[in-house]
Structures are given as C-alpha cells and as structure tokens.
C-alpha cells in the first residue's frame, strides 16, 4: 500500500511501508549507500508527518519483510502479546511518541508493554524522537539481569572490561585486565575478542579467565566472544564457560552470514543454561549489534538500517540475554558518517532495545576514518549514562590494539560513574570494598604506591604465560 | 612507543612486567579521575596521525618514478573525492568510465597485473607500495607483468575491472590499510585469479600488516610469490587455497573487520 502527505504545493508519495520508513530516518550514510533515504529535508519530514498518523497497529497486519520469507520475522509476529500491547492498540505512531513521553507511561507500564511491542513499532517512533526524547524515554525504563553479578539497576553503571590483544598472548591479556580491574571495570563482563577463533584457543582463554576470576574471588563473569559454534564445541569439552556469545542482525539471510539461525542460537542457550554457573541468577546470553550489519550481508530487504538494527532485537529478545550491546560506531564511516551520526544511533538503539525489554549496553566507539573523535565519545557516554545504559565498553586508554579502533578508556568509566553518581553493580561493588580500592565516599580513587590491590593484583607469580 | 612510557606518578612502576607483553595503553596512571596529560596527548597525536593517514595524497608521480622503468598509469575511480570515498565504498571499486579506454588499449597476455589503491591511509602507499613491488620483481623475472596501475580513492575490488580489462590471469593489490592509533602506514595485498567485476571477497586471499613493524617486504614478498604460484597451479584463490603451508600472512585478519 502507498503512503501519501502534502507538504508545501508538492504531494509525498511513498510506495510502500518500508519507504515510508526509509524517508522518516534521520539522515545517515547507509541508507543513502542503499539508495533508501529522503532525497531532500522536506521529503523527509513529509514522510515524518505521515508516518505520525499512521495506526500503531498497521505493523501487526503489513510486514516489511514477508513472514514465509524471513525466520526473524515469524518471531516477531509469533512472538507478539495482543494483550500487552492492548493500553496502546488504539494509538498512532505520533500518538505513542506522546504517550511514551507522558507522565502515564512509567517504568511499570513500559516494562508491561515491551512484549506488546514488536521492533517495526519501535523503530518507527523512535523516527520520530529527538534525541532528547529517546533519552527521557530510556530513562524510564527498567531492564535487570544477573548471572554473577546483576545489571541494570537503577543509580548503577556497569562496564565491560575488553582486554583484547593481537595475538591472544595470556600475559597481555591478564595485563589489560588487571589494569582495568584497579578502575573498577568488569562488572558487565571481561569479555574478549579473540585473536582466532579455534575451539582450543577459546578453551584455553576461557580457563585462564575462569582462573583469574577464581583466584581473586571476583563476582563477575567473563566470556570469550568467538563464533557461538565455538562456544559449543567448548562446552561439549567441559570449558569454564559462563556466557555465549554471537553476533546477530534482523534477518535470516544477515544472520546466515554470520553463520546462524534462531535453531542453533537455541541450541546454545540451552547447552549454556545447563551448565548453571551463574550465582546470583541465569542470563547466559551475550549479543552484540551495530546499525549496517544487514546492509553489509546484502540481506537488508530494502529496509532501512535502523529498523534492521531494532529487528536484530526480537532475536535477541528471545534468548532472555545477560546482556546486549549495539558495537555503534565500528562498522565505519559508509554507514554511520560522522559524530552526529553516530551519537544519534548510539540513543536510538539504547532506547529501542529498552523498550523491548533487553538489558541494553552500548559500544561507544568509531574508527579513524569516521569524522569523530574522543571529544564525541565524552558526549555520547554522559548522554547514554543519563539515559540509564545499562553497561558501556572500555578498553586500555580508549585504544583497542587488537580490533584497530577506539572505544572508551577505563578512566572514562570511572569517571563518569564519579560525575553522574552512578555505583557499579551491587555484588562487584562489594568486592572493590573488599579490595580496599573504595574510599568511605563510595568513590574509586587514584591507588597510591602502597595500594594493597595494586600489590596483589600485580603481583607477576601466578600470572598466566 | 612513548604511550608505553610509566606515569611520573610514582618511581617505581608497577606495570613494568606487564608492559613487554602488550602494545595496550595499560597504566597510564590518573589526573583526578582523568588521562594524565602526557598520556592525552600521545593518544591525540597518534588519532592525528591516523587520521593524516586516511586523509592524505598519495604521491602516484614519486611512485611510478621509483617503479622505472616498469611501465605504469595513474587511473582514478568513481569516487570524486575523499569524503565521497569513504561514504560510499560501491564508487571505489568501480573505474571512473573516462579512464577505461586507455586501459583496454593496454590489453595483452598477462600473467599478472599490479594494482596500487590507496585504500584507507596514503601514507602506506607512500612508504612501502614501491619497495614491495621491487622486492616482488626480484622473485618472478620470467612473468609476463602488465603496466603497473596506480589508482586513486580505490579499495580492493577496483582490481576486478582492472585485471579483466587488462587480460591479467591474476591481480594483485596493493593498499592502505584502515590505519590503528599504533600502526598508520599498514600496506596489505590482495590476490585474485581470473578477475572480473562482482568477484567476492571469498575468492580472494590477503596478506595482511606490512610495514616497519610487521612483515618484511622480503616476507610478504615471499608469500605473495608462494599464493600466486598456488593459484596458478589450482587456477583459483580464496577460501579454498589452503593458505595453512603459507609462509606469513600477518596478524590473523577478522572476518568482521575490513581493514581495506
């Protein structure tokens, strides 16, 4: 079905839903690589205003991507409660943006109405948010999990400690994780990008971080991110592993290219929750997302790279993940151009991913040809953290020597955490006081030359080599 | 590296046995809760210099100077300029029309075609495209070579269209590759049999971080002349190359990371 709006003396057509999707999107380098977005402003906010007057419950009878076609999408449609979504059933997508910002829609109702919701909905309101709506909207919404440790509590900050190294060297890696361990980093996971992914290195790293977590009783887990294949194969020979990891996208032909489905996503879950080494609750999952991903496996459909993005989230969805995190500003400048675009996609797939109920967590970051730098990634993380992220990623100095990029520095978390008054998770928060590495504020400051967790952290024997 | 200087903070470092093992910016020490100044500013001349990398002007005349006298010729590909270049990637792999004429005037029988891209950092190119090349010749002196092309605001797959409009049974490119905070100036090569536009990235093999650092041009110089005899006598290169028996391929290249 065409869409149609006058703007001006000119009448918008657009053919289809997906256009009409396209057009609404803030301007960004994939869509316009596609060939899918608005040629002009006004064209763009055309479709904005038509797509503010379309019946929220248009996305429960029009699919972008045909259900006989596309697994992702049978989830989605399959998966969808009438009777959550019934409070907004009535609504227009501009009439949800309104209530969504109302002073109705609480933390309870948003949390009640996230199974109602399917990732089209999402995406296309969230067209129609200004960044400061998709950060109030975030804000509002409450998404814990927990397996050694719980995330996602209000007033808390929690951060993936990456200790990545080129060549998978043990003693690199203990070096990167010891350092950010002293800034109180790791509470969401010391999770590593390997080097190679073969099922012995990844047992082997999996073992030499299930050491180092027992060794200093730290309440955390910890996860290698290789192919969720790996992974199995790791388990089935008794590998320490506390999470699978996979990269996902929002449809069967992207997720192929990554070397998935939904089937053997289940089949890890289920191998993971069965080993039940989580302490203080079952997350198993780990997922990691990014804006372009679909496009770049040429498995887009003609849909625009944001509403991809938030369809990679039904996937998600369904695995009750630990935690998930969209890699924002990695997949380089032809889909995400510079720091404007970046920092807008980096609020969008936080607040999409909230109110579909996962505990969302963002990679700020950006490649050296992307038009960005540290100074962005100051502003994306103070915006994310007052919109209540879940966790952030940070790496040695901000530079990721393995992956040839910049993420956050350990600093960065620390603070932030101290500027905005935001705690690590409980059960790690606990063990830094237990370190010494806390002062009676709370705070995690600077640890002198006679640190009693400087000398027992770096301590060299017992280190891996 | 200065980043691996110690802090000023203390005399003794307490990273200083875990520093041999990781090029990773470990204890830099704090300001309050901040990069010491020393360590900001290592990190923002070295994001500076990346980016002067991406940005830069390769020197095709200094170049095909250098390569004398093995013929070559500078094309361009549709990408007009840098910021068109890296928003879309479609335009750097095609051959700007205006230019094709004058390679397929240049159409023969040729058991190799060289490509130059620029890539994503000019100053890879710069340094190391000419001594490469002249490490490559050294190794295969009976090879029938096609004039050497230098292309600008080109990625890999510009050497599709080239080797086919050339008549090359094998391209190799050359180009920069997406340069890190530690290393700006990574030269990489990519080694395709029977190009033709639309080749996938599977059909290709890569040897990967050439430069000061990583491998030699004697190295992967070594190795390309190792692949391209393997594809010569498989009569294909990619995924189904067995590059285990290879002689150095570089740090392990990511499937999700694309270094052109």
Request: proline share 6%; with cysteine; aromatic share 6%.
């Amino acid at each position: 079905m065409a869409y149609h709006h006058d703007l001006g003396v000119q009448r918008h057509r657009y053919d289809d839903l997906k256009t009409l999707l396209a057009c609404a999107s803030p301007r960004r380098s994939g869509d316009e690589l596609a060939g899918l977005a608005a040629d002009s402003d006004e064209r763009r906010m055309a479709a904005r205003y038509a797509l503010a007057e379309l019946p929220l419950r248009t996305f429960l009878t029009e699919a972008l991507i045909p259900y006989e076609d596309d697994e992702v999408t049978r989830l989605i449609v399959d998966r969808h409660e009438a009777a959550a979504f019934a409070p907004v059933a009535h609504l227009t997508v501009g009439g949800f943006r309104d209530w969504l910002l109302s002073y109705e829609a609480t933390t309870e109702a948003l949390s009640a109405l996230a199974p109602g919701l399917t990732p089209e909905m999402v995406a296309a309101v969230s067209k129609l948010m200004r960044n400061q709506d998709l950060i109030a909207v975030a804000a509002k919404c409450r998404v814990v999990t927990a397996f050694r440790s719980t995330l996602g509590l209000p007033g808390r900050l929690a951060c993936r400690l990456q200790p990545n190294h080129p060549t998978d060297d043990p003693l690199g890696i203990a070096a990167s994780t010891l350092d950010g361990l002293l800034f109180g980093a790791g509470d969401a996971v010391i999770g590593l990008n390997p080097a190679t992914d073969s099922v012995p290195d990844c047992i082997r790293l999996l073992e030499m971080f299930d050491a180092l977590r027992q060794r200093f009783e730290i309440p955390t887990q910890s996860c290698v991110l290789a192919h969720v294949t790996t992974s199995l194969r790791a388990m089935e020979r008794g590998a320490p592993l506390d999470l699978v990891f996979q990269s996902i996208a929002g449809s069967e032909g992207a997720n192929r290219g990554f070397g998935i489905d939904l089937a053997l996503l289940r089949e890890a879950h289920a191998a993971a929750l069965s080993l039940k080494r989580g302490t203080v609750g079952e997350h198993c999952m780990y997922f990691e997302t990014g804006q372009g991903s679909a496009l770049s496996a040429n498995a887009h459909h003609g849909v625009d790279q944001q509403t991809m993005e938030v369809r990679a989230y039904a996937v998600a969805r369904e695995f009750k993940p630990l935690l998930v995190n969209t890699v924002v500003g990695f997949i380089g400048p032809e889909y995400l151009y510079d720091a404007k675009q970046i920092i807008r996609a980096g609020l969008e797939d936080h607040c999409c991913g909230k109110l579909l109920g996962l505990p969302m967590g963002v990679d700020v970051c950006y490649t050296n040809h992307a038009e960005a730098d540290q100074d962005d990634m100051d502003t994306l993380l103070v915006l994310l953290a007052t919109a209540g992220v879940n966790f952030v990623i940070a790496v040695p100095g901000a530079d990721d020597v393995m992956l040839s990029y910049q993420s956050l520095s350990y600093h960065d978390v620390v603070a932030t955490r101290h500027l905005m008054r935001l705690r690590p998770a409980p059960e790690f928060e606990a063990w830094l006081a237990r370190m010494g590495l806390l002062d009676e504020r709370g705070r995690l400051p600077p640890p002198g030359a006679d640190s009693r967790a400087l000398r027992q952290l770096l301590a060299l024997e017992g280190l891996p080599r | 590296m200065s980043a691996l200087k110690p802090p000023p903070s203390g005399p003794v470092d307490p990273f200083a046995g875990l520093r041999v093992a990781t090029r990773a910016r470990i204890g830099l020490g704090r300001s309050g809760d901040a990069l010491p100044t020393t360590a900001l500013l290592d990190f923002q001349s070295a994001h500076g210099r990346a980016r002067d990398a991406v940005h830069g002007v390769v020197d095709y005349p200094r170049i095909a100077e250098l390569l004398r006298p093995l013929p070559s010729l500078v094309l361009r590909s549709r990408a007009p300029d840098r910021a068109s270049y890296l928003r879309r990637p479609d335009w750097g792999r095609r051959l700007h029309a205006d230019d094709l004429p004058a390679l397929s005037a240049l159409h023969g029988d040729y058991d190799l075609a060289l490509v130059v891209a620029d890539g994503l950092s000019a100053a890879a190119v710069n340094a190391h495209a000419a001594p490469l090349i002249a490490a490559l010749l050294e190794r295969i002196p009976n090879w029938k070579l096609a004039p050497v092309v230098l292309a600008r605001q080109a990625r890999v797959a510009l050497g599709d269209e080239v080797g086919e409009a050339l008549g090359a049974r094998l391209v190799a490119v050359l180009v920069g590759e997406r340069p890190g905070l530690s290393i700006a100036d990574s030269l990489g090569i990519y080694l395709t049999w029977a190009p033709r536009l639309g080749r996938a990235d599977s059909e290709r093999n890569c040897i990967s971080n050439i430069h000061a650092d990583g491998l030699s041009y004697a190295q992967a110089a070594d190795t390309l002349v190792w692949l391209m005899a393997e594809a010569r006598q498989r009569r294909l290169t990619g995924v189904e190359l067995k590059v285990d028996a290879a002689p150095a391929l570089g740090e392990p290249a990511r499937n999700d990371l694309c270094l052109e």
